[in-house]
């Protein structure tokens, strides 16, 4: 340095920051949520749904405290005066759309829910609209029928013939239903308390999100469901409670500060993409032709919803 002083952060480590930049970090999150798909599907045996998503936010849960008890001990007052905004955020984020979406995956391609789950962009805007009367211009109203559309084609699997006579595989209503979820908790996420940090936010949702779900797992123990213990059920809980809980959210929020929202969404359009690749390496699976016609009718419905006026 020009004054003679010694930085006080080592080489090393401004070297793994500068290498690790906040796009690699969210197209890194999007590889993990997808990897999320693949491991739902694959564990589906061994994994019921309830089991699964409980054990995932209990683990995520005990790390999520180690980080932030100090803080979230110290937010008690504001997380109790809003409770209401936490507990809808719980009951949609933490339970609501990973219970629909391993439901899903026990009856569904990795590759339908992926697609399925991309037209949730559009139902945040539907859902917006109902909720709070936020704005729908034309063209997003465009956007929203030709993206819902697409993901209808992957519902039914291009088969014209189900949709009249109201067929559809029930994975893929399952995952619908879990797209609406998530739509439900990114509108509430916009009301959520500026005062709480993200972790603390994170945490107390988690928290009320696992209290939630007790009684749902003691129905289902006692209704005989149980979980095949093995090596490779308990590595599936440790990704999905460690990487796709945690880690993901730790890297979606430096990238989300560093690059800001609007930027930071767009990776998440990648989730079909590695969805896809993935379940066709790991899973087996065959991209469809109805799989690509959805896919460009969900892109341009988005395309054509997101476009500015003047662009």
Known sequence: MADGRTPTTPWWRRWLQ????AYVLL???ALIWSGNFIVGRAARDALPPVALNFWRWTLALA????LTGGPLWRARRQLLTHWRILAGLAVSGIVGFHLFTY????????INAVLVLSAAPMLIVLVGWVAFRQTITPRMALGI?????GALVVI????VGALTALRANAGDLWMLAAALSWAVYSVLLMRRPAELAPLVLLTATAAIGVAVQIPIYAVALAGGERIAVSPASLAVIGYVGVFASVVAYLFWNRGVREVGPARAGVFLHLMPLFGAVLAV???GERIAWFHWVGAGAIVTGIA???RRPNG
Request: hydrophobic fraction near 65%.
């Open 281 to 283: 390496i790991f899973l």
């Open 18 to 21: 500068q290498l690790v930049s």
């Open 156 to 159: 039914v699997r291009g088969d």
């Open 27 to 29: 197209a890194v999150t």
């Open 304 to 306: 054509l919803a997101t």
């Open 145 to 149: 029928v030709v993206a819902m559309a």
């Open 63 to 66: 790390i999520l405290l180690v």
């Open 103 to 110: 439901s899903a995956l026990q009856s569904t391609q990795a």
